[in-house]
């Protein structure tokens, strides 16, 4: 079934008597921090090369497997879904849970644009910029370009931190900023796009259908999509909720649900996307869609 998208333009509605700041409140604090800071780079610090050489491979081949008409691939095999397509990448980049659960996320994304006639994808620089649980984390300045026909060749540049453990891919997300500096998403508390799809699922995993609806206020709630939700996470062996930059085609196709929102997946551990969600963390709005 293809998914039901209702573009919306993101606005503020007042609370009801339900209380919903208790309902989504994260501890008794105050709220958490949405991003982490990196640690001080390693010194001397190591070669980017084969990191930024795997980062291109991923979203090289995802973009190509799933955005155009049979552009070559080098690692996807012709025909892959979205679940074997990150296991063949998962196997042949040595990927991390959250990085394949990244490239999962594009494959879904690219998968909704017309098809392209060839996309090219150009890690253009990467500097080590400090440290995550570790692990040495680069900056890498990623320029993709969309070549379909009849149409103007599309540009697009993203920002990424990718971290990695030896010839392990351990994390691959768009790069924040805090004060200035270089920062993770925190993934807590509804500040954090993905610590907010991460409470929605809490809360539909729960039943706290009221507060679901509060939190989208109303869009795509429809129950019985809501339960299945619930119970396919609560099967889960595991769920990563990861951000990605999503591409979008000439018409707005791809476009988050939220006009201006950020683009979250929540992926299984067997990498078989549960969800996709439009957030908006100004307006504390988190809108499900449905991939199947």
């Known amino acids: 079934m293809s998914p039901t998208i209702h573009p919306v333009r993101a606005r503020r509605c007042a609370l009801g008597a339900v209380g919903l700041t208790a309902l989504l ?12 800071g990196l640690d ?12 930024a050489e795997d980062v291109s491979v991923l979203l090289t081949d995802v973009a190509r497997a799933f955005g155009t008409n049979g552009a070559p691939t080098d690692v996807i095999s012709d025909g ?12 042949a980049l040595d990927l991390g849970d959250q990085p394949a659960a990244v490239a999962a996320g594009l494959a879904h994304t690219w998968s909704l644009l017309p098809a392209a006639r060839q996309v090219t994808v150009e890690v253009i620089t990467a500097e080590v910029v400090g440290t995550h649980q570790g692990d040495p984390v680069a900056r890498l300045d ?24 030896g010839g392990r891919l351990t994390l691959l997300t768009p790069a924040g900023e805090s004060d200035g500096a270089v920062a993770l998403d ?3 508390g509804l500040e954090s796009p993905t610590g907010a799809v991460r409470r929605y699922l809490d809360l539909v995993e729960a039943g706290e259908w009221a507060a679901v609806e509060q939190l989208a206020e109303g869009i795509n709630v429809d129950r ?19 951000r990605v930059v999503a591409p979008e085609g000439p018409d707005g196709e791809g476009a988050p649900a939220i006009e201006g929102g950020q683009v979250v997946y929540a992926v299984s ?17 988190v809108v499900y869609e449905r991939t199947d």
């Open 224 to 242: 019985t999509a809501l339960e299945v939700l619930g119970t396919t996470v609560a099967d889960a062996e595991a769920v990563e909720v990861v």
């Open 142 to 165: 990623v320029e993709t370009e969309v070549a379909s026909a009849g149409a103007p060749t599309q540009v697009s540049n993203v920002d990424y931190l990718a971290a990695w453990d």
């Open 25 to 36: 409140a994260v501890g008794a604090g105050c709220s958490p921090a949405p991003t982490v």
């Open 40 to 51: 001080g780079a390693p010194d001397p610090a190591p070669p980017t090369d084969a990191v």
């Open 269 to 285: 551990g067997a990498d078989q996307i549960l969800g996709r969600f439009g957030v908006d963390v100004a307006q504390r709005l």
């Open 80 to 91: 892959a879904g979205i679940a074997i397509a990150t296991t063949e990448l998962t196997d």
């Open 186 to 188: 925190s993934g807590v």
